[in-house]
């Protein structure tokens, strides 16, 4: 299995260009389940979990097609992807598809609201929490569908196709706003979605939608009205800009210090983590097509976050800046609300030195001097880069194992940072 080695201690300076998000690209992947023309989706970021979805859509009917290859690239990796499912052959979600990636489970809305029937596995938990479904079923539900769930599978039927309705989520949710939205571009009539997840990628699938014929009212919005379409048509929609990448490298400067700018992203899309980093003491300028971080040196101020759901503290980035404050110049204080489990971490960057303690949702984080490199793995996607970015700085070598987990959400990783003189190489045996 591969393994990441970072020697710490080299301050970061030059240029790192932001991929289009993960979490933009996997709805927008399932949103082609809702037409039976191409979906050309540019700025598509080559990871993982894009490679597994384009499999899993497949396995429904949809026939990918990739554009824009770089030199040595095989045929599933490029920039632009091209899906197509005109024909929806088989609107079952297997388990040993489904339980590889949660996201995948967001297949009931479009399968649903197009082919009037849909059996998906129930995703089940994960690392970082229970991570139930009833808002899934709550709206599909609202829309007219009969759910029963049976042998782990939830198994969904709207004979007559879905209908609109209103759906008051009592919980922000990005995953179930993804599912009712795309069902409800479907259904008959009009469909309001209240306390809808404000999330940038929920506005950029929105508007991807709308680019295939959905009428949206209030992307961007805590309210959603939609009236619903007998069918949807192909288009082309670029991927929106990482904001978790944008943020990890951003830390990665603090850290280190130095200065780098990240391009093709924006700060508006992170104010809330922005104004963070600003109070941490490190400098960040929104610049042409982009954002520059700096840091020279000054002490890192203790910091106290709460995750919230957008526009608040990203949960993906709470494990990132748990890395950063672990050198701060005193105590700071960081709450997880979204996921009960979100602390793998914690233990792991105590093995590079750092003084963390757990109380209940709460992590104190004590600043140390220095940390020193260790054998690590982490659990998840964001705790592995957490390791990363704490390894960047701790003296002597840090290993870090269980790669997968970066390769899942971080295109180019080792690359990005070596380009700007981090000393960080994959071994692979
Ligand atoms: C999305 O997950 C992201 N995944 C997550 O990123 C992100 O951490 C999360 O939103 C929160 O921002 C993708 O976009 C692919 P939720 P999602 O439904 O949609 C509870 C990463 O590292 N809930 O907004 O699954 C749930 O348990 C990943 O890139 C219910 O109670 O998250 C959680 O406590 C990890 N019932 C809260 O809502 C439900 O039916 C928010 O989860 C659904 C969710």
Not at 228 to 256: C, F, N, P
Request: aromatic share 4%; charged share 20%; with cysteine.
């Amino acid at each position: 299995m591969d393994r990441i080695r970072i020697r710490g201690g080299n301050k970061l300076n030059g240029t790192i260009p932001i991929s289009g998000a993960k979490n933009a690209a996997l709805p927008l992947m399932i949103a082609s389940l809702l037409t039976d023309e191409m979906l050309r989706l540019k700025n598509m970021p080559q990871l993982a979990d894009v490679l597994l979805l384009q499999r899993i859509l497949r396995n429904h009917g949809t026939d990918t097609s990739v554009f824009g290859k770089r030199a040595g690239e095989n045929n599933e990796n490029g920039e632009t992807v091209g899906l197509m499912a005109a024909d929806i052959v088989d609107t079952v979600a297997p388990y040993n598809l489904v339980s590889k990636m949660r996201a995948s489970f967001w297949v009931l809305g479009p399968l649903l609201a197009r082919c009037g029937e849909a059996k998906v596995s129930l995703p089940g938990g994960c690392a970082i929490g229970t991570r139930p479904v009833d808002l899934f079923l709550m709206s599909m539900e609202i829309l007219g569908a009969e759910i029963d769930v049976d042998a782990g599978y939830v198994v969904a039927k709207a004979k007559n196709g879905l209908h609109g309705g209103r759906i008051v989520f009592p919980k922000v949710s990005v995953g179930a706003t993804h599912c009712a939205m795309m069902a409800a571009t479907l259904a008959k009539g009009e469909t309001v979605i209240e306390n809808a997840a404000r999330e940038p990628e929920v506005g950029d699938l929105a508007s991807c939608l709308v680019k295939m014929g959905a009428q949206i009212e209030g992307i961007g919005t805590s309210s959603l009205h939609i009236q619903g379409k007998d069918r949807l048509h192909g288009a082309e929609h670029t991927v929106l800009a990482d904001r978790i990448e944008t943020g990890t490298y951003a830390l990665a400067v603090a850290m280190t210090g130095g200065d780098v700018t990240l391009t093709g992203t924006s700060t508006q899309l992170l104010d809330a983590f922005i104004a963070k980093l600003i109070e941490a003491g490190v400098n960040v300028e929104a610049v042409d097509n982009g954002i520059q971080v700096s840091r020279n040196g000054t002490n890192l101020m203790p910091l106290s976050i709460e995750t919230q759901p957008y526009p608040g503290f990203p949960t993906d980035l709470q494990a990132q800046i748990m890395a950063l404050m672990t050198m701060a110049n005193g105590t700071s204080t960081i709450r997880e609300t979204i996921f009960e489990n979100r602390f793998m971490h914690v233990q792991e960057l105590a093995r590079l030195g750092a003084d963390i303690s757990l109380q209940g949702d709460t992590a104190l984080v004590h600043g140390v001097k220095k940390l020193h490199g260790a054998e690590v793995m982490a659990t998840d996607l964001r705790a592995s880069v957490s390791l990363v970015i704490a390894g960047l700085v701790a003296r002597g070598e840090t290993i870090l194992h269980r790669v997968y987990h970066l390769d899942r959400g971080f295109e180019s990783l080792e690359a990005k940072l070596s380009a700007c003189g981090a000393d960080i190489e994959r071994i692979s045996d």
